[in-house]
């Protein structure tokens, strides 16, 4: 049976603001927690004036008192930006506070370079990003026997619990790191739609290493998902879609998600329709029938049991009702 999960980036719709967005966030957790969804995830975005999803932990600390019982986590930290220590104790204050509720989902920086620069001031030498999660691993076991340079210090609030540990990624060195140091893998089927990348999968798995916090392999796939209550519904969420991707791939995109209307009105051109083709391969579009069965095709592939849904579409009522419509066609448990 497949689980399904959402990660949010809290779209701005045209003609919102940024608090509006995040309200509507909590509007699609609290929703998504009443149909049975299993996790809530947010991201962390940087410099993208469209969405208002820049400081996950703080989001998840107002999701997670908004919600009642699915898990919430981030989709992800950019782990390369931040001290370990402190994303281990955020993520502790979290844990101690919903405990068994939270995600702490781990991704590799590729911000704009005066972003990271901005993150990284005054920094000395960096921390690979491997030893950093075998740092927030360290922390969060309460390890103090084994060598390593902090070796008795602590991450408080101490905790019977510990967050559940992902890492995010496309590529072979993502999936390695996950395998060797025991966290769950996340492949960004959104980012690189390759069906030849279920491989990576399988690599993880063989060469997974039992870690303190996870004993098993545990695998997602993290996908755009465009769903309508009809087809026509769907081909205009996703005209919009397609939109919204050509503007923050451009230099100077608007700070909003592009309306449906909008979309209608402005048309690509010819050179822009080519970039929209590449991008359709990274979306699954359609009815919830539809879209249903394209999310079992990928999880077949990638055999894996739970996907990972990014409901990115125009307007907070589409957003709400397509994840309904999904709960619906899988008949998930709310």
Known sequence: MISLSILDYSPIDEGAAAGEALRQTTALAQLADGLGFKRYWV?????????????PEMLMMHLAGATKRIRIGSGGVMLPHYSSY??????????ALHPGRIDLGIGRSRSYRLVNKALNESKGIPVSYEQQIADIQKYFTDDTESEHRFQKLRATPVSETAPEMWVLGTGEGSAKVAAETGAGYVYAHFAKPLQSSARLFRSYEDT?????????PKTMVSIFAVIGETEEEAAELANAFDLWLLFIESDTPPPYYPSVETAKQRGFSASEMEKVERNRKRML???????????????????????????????????MKGIRLLAEAFRLNG
Not at 86 to 95: D, W
């Open 43 to 55: 991201a962390e975005h940087h410099q993208v004036f469209s969405v208002a999803g820049s400081s």
């Open 86 to 95: 402190k994303v281990a104790e955020n993520f502790r204050v979290l844990e």
């Open 208 to 216: 997974f290493q039992p870690s303190k916090l996870q004993n098993a």
């Open 285 to 319: 579009v359609g009815t919830a029938a539809e879209v249903k069965r394209q999310i079992e095709e990928i999880a077949e592939i990638f055999q894996t049991d739970e996907i990972l849904v990014i409901p990115n579409v125009a307007g907070a009522e589409k957003r």
